[in-house]
């Protein structure tokens, strides 16, 4: 068993990441060695040195001659505990520049017209996410938590479970997982789904991101969740939120550190008695910062009697500085911070301070403590690690106010922030007039609810929480490996059908010895089937049971030759194996409810295309298999819904079973006809049952504890004692037990 809180605390993580948390620079002729900037370097730094874990990632460099190399890799494996991925000039270019930065990075950020698709990129990110994994194949121990991230590796956690099926594998995005109307337009879709899912946990910032993703493998691969857990080749997968922390224990106690202060006083000193707008981000289009300027602009239009009172400082951290996008984002910045300098300042007085390059830690911290309202005000943004920065940096006497945007992932958790729609010129230029005018106490007030929450989740609290929950997903992962059927128990089962004199087969049809179909009429048996039930009833020892929701025309047409007993309408129906008449179990039944209640059944075929009602003679079912996913569930919880109310004093029930609802007579089920063979003798010294659906729990719940019980596909909740995952499976079962 494992639990990260005993045997796994001790366990290695080693982080796979596009960059080290250290970039490695040539200056003259030396290698040298810094901080990278950066959401996830700076965020994850905290932890990684805190453990004795590994980092795998691209130093920034190719050392070049072995010498330099040996060095290197020498340096950073002693002192960072970090294992370089060497990239080519090519690489970069297609992988990282490329697929990376021109197809992912704008369309998982919604800005789907930058985004573009070259199959040769995507060629070169398929290489450069195996060369991460060939890299860590040879530094991983068995056992290590291997935990992937970011947006650049989405193919690594299933080539990592390929090479080692039994890793302990998490993949975390800092970026938001966009809609299925944006995720849709990429021609690698399904392959990037299934990369995701070769991890154990996949984590999100936010819960709609996590939705977005789960709506995805629902609409694109056509698998179902339950509570954010989905089935993946017989693993568990566990997709859930995890909003990213920072270390705000090293900003606050930065914020009170002689160096900060000092900075502090410098600053103040420098911009007196103005106070301090500040923004801080990398620049990129998905920041915000040209409309940001515009409603400085606007603010500095309509409110003059700031002028001469506020600076904005502007600081930005150069990136991507290759790509084309990025280099006419900078000059169209270069120009709007001109213009409105141009346009307002006097003589003592500019009002933006424009600063385009990264900055130490302590005057990064003294900015932040400094200003007194920062703008943070991106586009669109995964999390925003700016926004909690600064407010863990607001110590003592917290005075600044927050503009936070609302498609910036941190909104989710900083609702006492100022929040705007960046979009919106007009709304921005109004909150920065707002957030310089709030009263003292309000801001502290806010200021202190954020900073207490942020305080709570920090880093260390959201690595820890990552991490066990990925050791609980592997525990339930290995809970349920019990429960599919082994080769040790298949040959228990064998022996116990071998010294059997008197066998009962109870079978569901659909879902369990047949694949379901888009419609109920293309599941008929096929040969196969056919040979396995009449030879399995051809055995005098043997009485096998066909337990089917299907109307008895159907049953009969398809396997009434077969010599096995058969249950039509979920239990509604019965007829011998040796007999040709169909009996009712409940000769009371009535069929009178059904005009009633199919006009709803009708109204709400018309609004789901694909779905149809199916007539039964003491049933009715809606069928939405073949209805667009989301939509089928959607409406069939509201058809549900209607149905309770519509029903409720009859003594008719209504079922859910695998993309139906069926209104029924109650007190008709699997269970009750599955009594009427076992009543019959009480010799049966061996059961098989075996179903797919919710309605073969009731077949389940009246057998002896010793009867072989199977459920045909993965479910969280069941009364059988074994899992099997396919039709298939189940087939070949029964043919290995009558040696067919
Ligand atoms: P980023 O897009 O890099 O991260 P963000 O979360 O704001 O965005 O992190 C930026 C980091 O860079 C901060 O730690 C900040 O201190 C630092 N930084 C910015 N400008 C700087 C400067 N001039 N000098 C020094 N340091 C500077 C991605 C996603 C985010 C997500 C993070 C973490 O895009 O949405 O929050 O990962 O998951």
């Not at 969280?716 to 059988?720: E, L, Q």
């Given at each position: 068993m494992i639990t990260r809180d005993s045997e796994l605390a001790n366990k290695r993580v080693v982080i796979a990441s596009n960059r080290l948390p250290v970039s490695v620079s040539r200056k003259n002729g030396r290698l040298g060695i810094s901080p990278s900037v950066g959401g996830l370097a700076t965020g994850l730094s905290s932890f990684h040195r805190g453990s004795d874990g590994l980092w795998v990632g691209w130093p920034g460099i190719n050392p070049g001659d072995t010498q330099n190399k040996l060095e290197l890799e020498e340096t950073l494996k002693k002192d960072y505990n970090c294992f370089p991925v060497y990239l080519t000039a090519t690489d970069l270019k297609k992988y990282y520049h490329g697929f990376s930065n021109r197809t992912l990075w704008p369309l998982f950020h919604y800005f789907s017209t930058y985004a573009t698709y070259d199959s040769s990129e995507w060629a070169t990110y398929k290489k450069v996410n195996q060369m991460f994994c060939n890299r860590l194949l040879e530094v991983i121990r068995p056992g290590d938590i291997i935990w992937v991230h970011d947006y650049h590796l989405l193919l690594l956690p299933d080539m990592l479970r390929r090479e080692v099926p039994d890793a302990i594998i998490g993949f975390f995005l800092h970026i938001p997982f966009p809609s299925m109307e944006i995720f849709r337009y990429l021609p690698w879709r399904e392959d990037i789904l299934q990369g995701m899912l070769g991890a154990d946990l996949i984590g999100f910032h936010t819960y709609d991101y996590t939705r977005h993703f789960l709506s995805c493998v629902l609409r694109i691969l056509g698998k179902e969740q339950v509570y954010g857990q989905l089935i993946v080749e017989n693993r568990t997968v566990n997709v859930d939120t995890f909003p990213m922390g920072i270390d705000t224990d090293k900003f606050s106690t930065a914020a009170s550190s002689p160096a900060v202060i000092k900075e502090r006083e410098l600053l103040d000193e420098r911009l007196k008695p103005e106070k301090i707008i500040l923004s801080v981000d990398r620049l990129d289009f998905t920041k915000g910062i040209p409309e940001r300027l515009r409603a400085f602009e606007l603010f500095l239009e309509r409110y003059p009697e700031w002028h001469r009172k506020i600076t904005y400082v502007m600081l930005c951290v150069p990136s991507r500085t290759k790509v084309r996008e990025y280099q006419l984002l900078k000059s169209e910045i270069d120009e709007l911070v001109g213009k409105i300098n141009g346009r307002f300042d006097t003589p003592g007085w500019l009002p933006i301070l424009y600063m385009y390059r990264s900055l130490p830690f302590e005057e990064l911290v003294s900015l932040y403590s400094a200003a007194d309202l920062a703008l943070v005000t991106p586009l669109r943004d995964g999390m925003n690690l700016v926004a909690k920065e600064y407010l863990a940096s607001q110590i003592d006497n917290p005075k600044g106010a927050l503009v936070l945007s609302e498609t910036a992932g941190a909104a989710a958790e900083l609702g006492e922030a100022i929040v705007v729609n960046p979009n919106d010129i007009n709304m921005m230029a109004e909150a920065i007039a707002r957030g310089l005018s709030i009263s003292e106490k309000d801001k502290k007030k806010r200021i202190e609810s954020m900073t207490d929450r942020i305080k709570k989740y920090d880093i260390f609290q959201w690595t820890e929480d990552f991490l066990n929950q990925l050791c609980q997903t592997r525990d339930r992962q290995e809970h349920n490996r019990q429960f599919f059927l082994a080769e040790k128990e298949r040959k228990e089962m064998q022996s116990d059908y071998n010294k059997a004199g008197k066998r009962l087969f109870l079978l569901d049809y659909d879902g369990t010895l047949m694949s379901l179909a888009g419609k109920p009429e293309l599941a008929q048996p096929d040969s196969e089937i056919y040979s396995i039930l009449s030879s399995l009833a051809g055995n005098p020892a043997n009485t096998v049971v066909l337990i089917s929701g299907r109307d008895s025309g159907t049953l009969t047409d398809w396997l009434g030759g077969a010599g096995v007993g058969m249950v039509a309408e979920h239990g509604t129906w019965i007829r011998e194996a040796d007999g040709h008449e169909w009996q009712l179990t409940n000769k009371g039944l009535s069929a009178g409810w059904k005009e009633n209640v199919y006009p709803l059944l009708e109204m709400f075929s018309v609004r789901t295309p694909g779905s149809f009602i199916e007539e039964k003679s003491y049933a009715l079912v809606w069928h939405y298999r073949k209805a667009e996913p989301e939509l089928g569930n959607l409406r069939s919880k509201e058809l549900v819904d209607a149905l309770y109310d519509m029903l409720a004093g009859t003594d008719l029930q209504v079922l859910q079973g695998s993309k139906v609802v069926e209104i029924k007579p109650a007190g008709v089920n699997k269970g009750r006809a599955a009594l009427h063979w076992l009543e019959k003798d009480a010799a049966w010294d061996f059961i098989l049952a075996m179903g797919d659906d919710w309605t073969d729990e009731d077949t389940f719940s009246v057998l002896p504890d010793w009867s072989w019980t199977i459920k045909v596909g993965f479910a969280?909740?069941?009364?059988?004692r074994f899992l099997l995952d396919s039709p298939a499976k189940a087939r070949k079962l029964l043919k290995t037990l009558e040696e067919l």
């Open positions: 969280p909740f069941t009364g059988a």
